[in-house]
Structures are given as C-alpha cells and as structure tokens.
C-alpha cells in the first residue's frame, strides 16, 4: 500500500515534498512499528542539518543579485567580442553567455529565466524562428548543474559525503565538452536553416563591452577560483559571489538600488525554503529506504543484469531519463542515490564522483522533457511559444546531450582527470 499511496499522491499534483513527508508516515503506520515515529522529527531535522547545504540559498542570491544589477546584459555583450561576427552570431553568444552564467548561477531552472528574458527577444528581432531561440536558450540552461558552481552538485556532495569542492572540479571537463557539442549542434542545425548575419562589434564597441564586462566576470573567477586555489569552500565562495554582485550591481553598474533589496531576498528566500523543504522531507522518505533495505534488493536484481561498470551506468541513465520526466530534479537525486549509489561503488568500483556527474546530468534533462518538463514550461512562460514546439527545436541538443552521457559512462578519466 505504501507504493500505491505514494503513486497516488504523486499523480494526484500533491507538492512533492509532502508526497514524500506523507509516503514515509504511512509506511511506518502500516507497518506497525509506532515507535519510528519517535525518529520521524529527528530524520527530517537531520537531513538539513548540514553545512554545505548553506550554499544552495547563497548561490540563488548571486543569481538573483546579478540579474538585478545589470551582470547578466553584460555578460551578453561580452559574448558579443567572442563570437558575434560568426553568421548565427546571436546563437554562438547564447550558449557562451549560457556558458558564464552556468559558472554562476547553479540552478537550470533559474538560468534559463534569466536567459529566455534576455535572449528570445534579441534572437526574434534579428530574424530568428521564435521556438529555436526558445529552445537553444532552454538548452544552454543544461549546462547550470554541470559547469561549476551547481546546486545539484551541492546536494549530491551532502548525500554522498564526498568533498562539494571537488564535486565542482569534476564537472569542468564534462561541462565544457557538452558546451562543444552543443556548438556542433549549432553548427549542424545551420546547415539545414540558414542563420542571419552576424556582425562583428567595432573596437569602440568591443572596448566598451570589455571594461563593462571585466567586473561581471570576477563573479565566475571569486567562485571557482577560490575553490581550486583552497581559498574558500563553495558555501563561503557563494558568500563572496552574492557580496560582490551587490557591489558591482549598486556602485560600478548602478542598475541595482537597495529599495530592490527586500523583494530579491524575499524571492531568494522563499525559493530557497521549498528546496530546503524539499530536501528535509526526501530524507525521512531515504531513511524509510533504507530501513527497508531496498539497495541489497535493487542490487540483487542488478547483479542477474549486468557485470559492466559501463553497463550499469547506462541501465542507471535510461531509469533515470524516465523518473525524471516525471520527478523534479532535486526530489528524484535524494530518492535514487540512498539506493543506487553503494551498488555503483561497492558492485562496480564506479567512484562516487563519476556516478554524481552522470546522475545529475541525467536528471536534469528530465527538466526540457515532457510529460511534466518544469523547463519547457518556464521557457514557454519567458516567451509565449508552446512548450512541444520548444521541445521539437530541442531536439538535437538533447542528442548531444545524451552522447555526452555516453561518453562519461564510458570514459571515467572525463570526469576524475582534474581531481
């Protein structure tokens, strides 16, 4: 019965959060054992009694700090000296300004906000199909929870009890190489439609973007920078992220007023609040996982499947695909490492920080698709086109996407060669 109360929950659009909360109150119910509901507070306090956790809401106040304050247009145009003159200039500033924002940001959902106000209308007024700019600015939102710093990251790092800094560090190849693939997508797709013009800034112009710029960028180098040189852990790097998008937003920008401050922490506050939420409820439903031993059984039955590391990793990305379509990203991550991450390390000498990078990419794909795709319908939102014409323009990122998640299963150096 606990299995169908939590599929009838989950269907019924109750919250997740206590969907989970209540799943684990009635298995203990059910069983009979009453005395586990003196655990029951301990559990949930317990799951965000940690640290590390501190940097989820600090890298939203950077986010939301910097789109505020004017960071994120500036970051744009600062794209605009890289790659604007190519033809399909707009697209190759998308995804290079998608690229910096992942280094910022942290949260898919956030990113592709944030980048669908500032890039759909520009792409649409260059002559750009409406659902394309949708979809590539949707799909450099993918690469938030792998490029460092990624709130995915952070939880995983908790659950698995492995260093967040080092997390960070084994997603910068995985991180780059998607964004290289995600440039021959680009490239591919322009064979098939010819992109618009793109127009090379002058030297007055590419002086100007430069200096605006330089401040911008010192946000991505303060937070991976610290964490590579040993200068601060990601929580306090996330500190000094959020402190210097105020500075910069209010006296070298001045896009950013302190009357504005109230409302951004309140969003901040208040997004933060139902993942923290989230994350309490998800570890009274592990600890009923547990408890129940279901990692010996799942690994009982994976072991009649397969013996190959790199098997097992792609067994693990087609369950994952398929919860992830219909659980939020955060929620599905708490559920399924408890149970699959020892079969991983302990069956198949998979260490934990490959594991982590495939999981996390894995399931945030669930994000662009559908039946639920939370990022399809954010981007949708952002900009008006209907989220299924969004995900047909999408399609050849997703493949990329998923090449990369082969390429990671099978060569573990991809993500342990900087560690």
């Not at 906000?113 to 993918?142: C, H, N, Q």
């Not at 990692?295 to 097992?312: D, G, K, N």
């Not at 399809?376 to 990122?397: E, W």
């Amino acid at each position: 019965m606990t299995l169908v109360v939590f599929a009838v929950l989950l269907l019924g659009a109750v919250p997740i959060a206590l969907v989970l909360a209540l799943t684990a109150a009635w298995y203990i119910a059910d069983s009979g054992n009453t005395l586990l509901f003196a655990s029951y507070p301990q559990q949930l306090y317990g799951a965000i009694e940690n640290y590390g956790l501190l940097a989820i809401p600090l890298f939203m106040l950077a986010g939301e700090l910097m789109n505020e304050g004017g960071l994120t247009r500036r970051l744009i145009d600062l794209a605009r000296i890289l790659v604007g003159g190519f033809r399909g200039g707009l697209v190759y500033i998308n995804l290079v300004a998608n690229m910096m924002m992942a280094a910022i940001v942290g949260s898919a959902a956030s990113q592709i906000a944030i980048m669908s106000r500032a890039m759909v209308p520009a792409m649409e007024k260059d002559g750009y199909d409406k659902s394309f700019a949708a979809a590539i600015t949707a799909a450099g939102g993918l690469l938030s929870p792998i490029i460092p710093p990624s709130m995915l990251f952070v939880l995983y790092g908790v659950m698995a009890q492995v260093p967040i800094a080092d997390m960070f560090i084994a997603g910068i190849i995985p991180g780059l190489m998607m964004g290289g693939l995600f440039f021959l997508a680009i490239a591919a797709v322009g064979l098939v439609q010819q992109y618009p013009e793109g127009q090379w800034p002058t030297r007055a112009q590419a002086k100007r973007f430069l200096l605006m710029g330089l401040p911008a960028m010192t946000i991505p180098l303060i937070i991976i920078g610290g964490i590579l040189a040993g200068l601060a852990t990601p929580t306090e790097s996330a500190a000094l992220a959020s402190l210097a998008a105020l500075l910069i937003g209010r006296y070298v920008y001045r896009d950013l007023t302190f009357a504005r401050l109230p409302e951004i922490l309140r969003r901040t506050a208040f997004n933060a609040g139902l993942v923290i939420m989230l994350i309490g409820a998800a570890g009274v439903f592990g600890w009923v996982v547990v408890y129940e031993q279901l990692p010996q059984m799942a690994a009982a039955w994976i072991a009649e499947v397969t013996e190959s590391p790199f098997a097992f990793l792609m067994l693990v990305v087609g369950i994952l695909l398929l919860v992830g379509m219909i659980v939020d990203g955060i929620a599905a991550l708490i559920l399924v490492v408890p149970i699959l991450l020892p079969i991983a390390q302990n069956q198949f000498d998979i260490t934990a920080f490959q594991f982590g990078v495939v999981v996390c990419l894995t399931l945030v794909l669930g994000l662009l698709t559908p039946p639920v795709g939370a990022g399809l319908f954010i981007s949708s939102s952002m900009t008006g086109v209907p989220p299924m014409r969004i995900f047909r323009a999408l399609l050849p990122f997703l493949l990329m996407s998923l090449l990369a998640l082969v390429l990671l299963a099978w060569q573990p150096w991809l993500t342990l060669a900087l560690l």
